[in-house]
Nanobody
Protein backbone atom coordinates (compact mmCIF):
# COMPACT_ATOMS: atom_id res chain seq x y z
CA UNK A 1 0.00 0.00 0.00
CA UNK A 2 1.58 3.26 -1.15
CA UNK A 3 1.29 5.88 1.55
CA UNK A 4 3.71 8.58 0.40
CA UNK A 5 4.91 9.64 -3.04
CA UNK A 6 7.80 12.09 -3.31
CA UNK A 7 8.78 14.10 -6.39
CA UNK A 8 10.70 17.16 -7.49
CA UNK A 9 14.33 16.18 -7.06
CA UNK A 10 17.03 16.79 -9.61
CA UNK A 11 20.53 18.03 -10.32
CA UNK A 12 21.37 21.64 -9.50
CA UNK A 13 24.48 23.70 -9.05
CA UNK A 14 25.61 25.11 -5.71
CA UNK A 15 23.36 28.01 -4.79
CA UNK A 16 20.43 26.70 -6.79
CA UNK A 17 16.90 25.90 -5.68
CA UNK A 18 14.50 22.98 -5.84
CA UNK A 19 10.98 22.40 -4.61
CA UNK A 20 10.05 18.92 -3.47
CA UNK A 21 6.49 17.65 -3.18
CA UNK A 22 5.04 14.70 -1.32
CA UNK A 23 1.49 13.39 -1.51
CA UNK A 24 0.54 11.63 1.71
CA UNK A 25 -2.35 9.26 2.27
CA UNK A 26 -5.20 11.12 3.95
CA UNK A 27 -5.36 9.00 7.09
CA UNK A 28 -1.80 9.97 7.94
CA UNK A 29 -1.81 13.51 6.60
CA UNK A 30 -4.62 14.72 8.79
CA UNK A 31 -3.56 13.06 12.04
CA UNK A 32 0.18 13.38 12.37
CA UNK A 33 3.04 15.77 12.16
CA UNK A 34 4.92 15.25 8.92
CA UNK A 35 8.59 15.39 8.15
CA UNK A 36 11.13 15.53 5.39
CA UNK A 37 14.05 13.19 5.89
CA UNK A 38 17.20 12.66 3.86
CA UNK A 39 19.79 9.95 3.45
CA UNK A 40 23.19 10.72 2.01
CA UNK A 41 25.42 7.95 0.65
CA UNK A 42 26.94 5.93 3.48
CA UNK A 43 24.96 7.77 6.14
CA UNK A 44 21.86 7.11 8.18
CA UNK A 45 18.55 8.68 7.33
CA UNK A 46 18.03 11.91 9.23
CA UNK A 47 15.14 14.25 9.90
CA UNK A 48 15.56 17.58 8.16
CA UNK A 49 12.35 19.38 9.00
CA UNK A 50 8.89 18.72 10.41
CA UNK A 51 5.50 20.39 10.43
CA UNK A 52 2.59 19.91 12.80
CA UNK A 53 -1.04 19.61 11.66
CA UNK A 54 -1.38 23.24 12.72
CA UNK A 55 1.54 24.36 10.57
CA UNK A 56 4.32 24.82 13.12
CA UNK A 57 7.71 23.96 11.66
CA UNK A 58 11.09 22.93 13.00
CA UNK A 59 14.37 22.71 11.10
CA UNK A 60 17.66 20.96 11.54
CA UNK A 61 20.38 23.55 12.15
CA UNK A 62 22.19 23.08 8.84
CA UNK A 63 19.12 23.99 6.77
CA UNK A 64 17.69 26.83 8.85
CA UNK A 65 17.18 29.92 6.72
CA UNK A 66 17.56 27.93 3.49
CA UNK A 67 14.78 25.34 3.55
CA UNK A 68 11.08 25.93 4.10
CA UNK A 69 8.45 23.25 4.68
CA UNK A 70 4.77 23.83 4.07
CA UNK A 71 1.57 21.83 3.75
CA UNK A 72 -1.53 22.07 1.58
CA UNK A 73 -4.34 20.44 3.53
CA UNK A 74 -6.68 20.42 0.53
CA UNK A 75 -4.22 18.35 -1.49
CA UNK A 76 -2.76 16.14 1.27
CA UNK A 77 0.60 17.40 0.10
CA UNK A 78 3.69 18.71 1.82
CA UNK A 79 6.39 20.73 0.15
CA UNK A 80 10.04 21.44 0.79
CA UNK A 81 11.39 24.61 -0.77
CA UNK A 82 15.18 24.36 -0.81
CA UNK A 83 17.23 27.45 -1.56
CA UNK A 84 20.96 28.13 -1.56
CA UNK A 85 21.65 24.43 -2.02
CA UNK A 86 25.08 23.08 -1.10
CA UNK A 87 26.92 19.88 -2.09
CA UNK A 88 26.35 18.54 1.43
CA UNK A 89 22.59 18.65 0.76
CA UNK A 90 23.05 15.86 -1.79
CA UNK A 91 20.89 12.94 -0.66
CA UNK A 92 17.72 11.01 -1.32
CA UNK A 93 14.87 12.93 0.26
CA UNK A 94 11.88 11.17 1.80
CA UNK A 95 8.73 12.30 3.49
CA UNK A 96 6.88 10.48 6.25
CA UNK A 97 5.01 11.21 9.39
CA UNK A 98 7.02 12.36 12.39
CA UNK A 99 7.73 10.03 14.06
CA UNK A 100 7.84 7.86 10.95
CA UNK A 101 5.04 5.31 10.91
CA UNK A 102 4.17 5.08 7.23
CA UNK A 103 5.81 2.79 4.74
CA UNK A 104 8.79 4.58 3.23
CA UNK A 105 8.43 5.71 -0.35
CA UNK A 106 11.05 5.64 -3.08
CA UNK A 107 12.28 9.09 -2.21
CA UNK A 108 13.54 11.67 -4.65
CA UNK A 109 17.21 12.22 -5.46
CA UNK A 110 18.70 15.66 -4.94
CA UNK A 111 22.20 16.19 -6.28
CA UNK A 112 24.05 19.47 -5.80
CA UNK A 113 27.16 19.94 -7.89
CA UNK A 114 30.03 22.14 -6.76
Amino acid sequence: QVQVVESGGGLVQTGGSLRLSCVVTASIFSRYALGWYRQAPGKQRELVTSITPGGLTKYEDSVKGRFSMSRDNAKNTVYLQMNDLRPEDTAVYFCNSYPAIAAWGQGTQVTVSS
